[in-house]
């Protein structure tokens, strides 16, 4: 796997641009860093180039803002269930045609950016068997997040309709992520995808994700909300149907 000087620059905008998103709502960076990089090279490869910015973001954005032990406490169950999913969606990937994989990272776009109009459904059996629902949500985004590199989705309506805290629903969700990203890592690492030059490439990769990822909190702090994320969900409706023509340019 070798990458020239103009892949590298575009690896470092976008890890910059996704760890900014990241940093402005605690969650977002494998939903924009995955399909922009899938548009130049394959589901896979962006994949394995998000690894580290990934487990980087992950990391900070759980420890960050206090409490993350209690959260590690009541939802590492469901990390654990994202772990295994994981580490199946890694196989997964490995094993097949790279390429339909841009239509399912579409789809999977699609659930969340429509996931407002999800929660008219009545979702309270989640509420009254939090354990098994939990499991089935890890689980699946785990398989999503294996394949696809975008889990949030599934655990997104699973802890939104907990009705938990917004810090602890940050930090829940970036506990699943690290684990599953951590599993995933190790995975590749396992089956030899894990090339020196990707590992070089990881480090500047990383740092850059989280830069963006403190200029992001910083615009949390300052900036309308709601005004970013039509911004972010405009640029993710775009990312989606370029994703559907490039999957259709590549049959």
Not at 88 to 113: E, H, K, Q, S, W
Not at 119 to 144: D, E, Q, T
Request: proline share 4%.
């Amino acid at each position: 796997m070798s990458f020239g000087m103009e892949e590298i620059l575009i690896a470092l905008i976008v890890t910059l641009v996704a760890g900014l998103v990241h940093g402005a709502f605690g969650l977002g960076f494998p939903m924009v860093a995955t399909p922009v990089l899938a548009l130049f090279t394959d589901v896979m490869t962006a994949i394995l180039l998000t690894l580290a910015p990934n487990i980087a973001v992950n990391l900070w954005s759980l420890l960050r803002g206090g409490g993350w032990r209690e959260s590690v406490a009541r939802y590492w169950p469901v990390a654990v269930w994202m772990l295994v999913g994981s580490g199946v969606g890694t196989l997964i990937l490995v094993a097949m045609d790279p390429n339909p994989f841009r239509l399912l990272l579409a789809a999977t776009v699609v659930l969340y950016l429509v996931s407002d109009q999800l929660k008219r459904v009545n979702w309270g059996w989640m509420r009254r068997y939090p354990g098994p629902s939990g499991a089935g949500a890890g689980f699946v985004g785990g398989i999503l997040g294996g394949t696809v590199n975008v889990g949030g989705p599934a655990l997104m309506i699973y802890f939104l309709e907990l009705r938990i805290a917004p810090l602890v629903l940050v930090q829940a969700i970036n506990l699943c992520f690290l684990l599953g990203k951590s599993t995933q890592a190790l995975t590749f690492a396992a089956l030899g995808l894990l090339g020196l030059e990707l590992l070089w490439l990881s480090l500047p990769l990383a740092i850059t994700a989280l830069i963006g990822l403190r200029v992001g909190m910083w615009i949390r702090e300052r900036v309308n909300a709601d005004t970013y994320r039509g911004w972010l969900r405009g640029l993710l409706w775009l990312l989606c149907i370029l994703l559907v023509v490039e999957f259709f340019r590549e049959l």
